[in-house]
């Protein structure tokens, strides 16, 4: 399955944006689909997480309450909505997936197929 990330831009302080990752070669029906960002000059970190077969869904503390992380089976689809942006949430968002979930899913290392990044610019 090969991933793309699409949806990126350059945005107001409070604005919102969803990012779409399709899947391509393949169906998204991977137990774990997760989203990381990597700000310029740091560290790739765990954004969202969502464990398919109980819908569980996760969240790093900077966006809980404020990003969603969805997926649409039919449109081999997954997204993450992002509302109420700040500065400190401009990166280079990545999607990933993997076929079994694993209790590591906040670390990058745990997540073997990745998708090209998308560019997310928040200006204040």
């Known amino acids: 399955v090969q991933l793309q990330a699409s949806g990126g831009g350059v945005v107001q302080a409070g604005d919102s944006l969803k990012l779409t990752c399709a899947a391509s070669?393949?169906?998204?029906?991977?137990?774990?689909m997760a989203w990381f960002r990597q700000p310029p000059g740091k560290e790739r970190e765990f954004v969202a997480a969502?464990?398919?077969?109980?819908?569980?869904?996760y969240y790093s503390d900077s966006v809980k309450g404020r990003f969603t992380i969805s997926s649409d089976g039919a449109k081999n689809s997954m997204y993450l909505q992002m509302n109420s942006l700040t500065p400190e949430d401009s990166a280079v968002y990545f999607c990933?997936?993997?076929?079994?979930?694993?209790?590591?899913?906040?670390?990058?290392?745990?997540?073997?197929?990745w998708g090209q990044g998308t560019l997310v610019t928040v200006s204040s």
């Open positions: 990933a997936t993997r076929a079994i979930w694993s209790v590591a899913y906040r670390r990058p290392q745990s997540w073997p197929a």
């Open positions: 969502k464990r398919r077969p109980t819908g569980s869904m």
């Open positions: 070669g393949g169906t998204l029906s991977m137990d774990g």
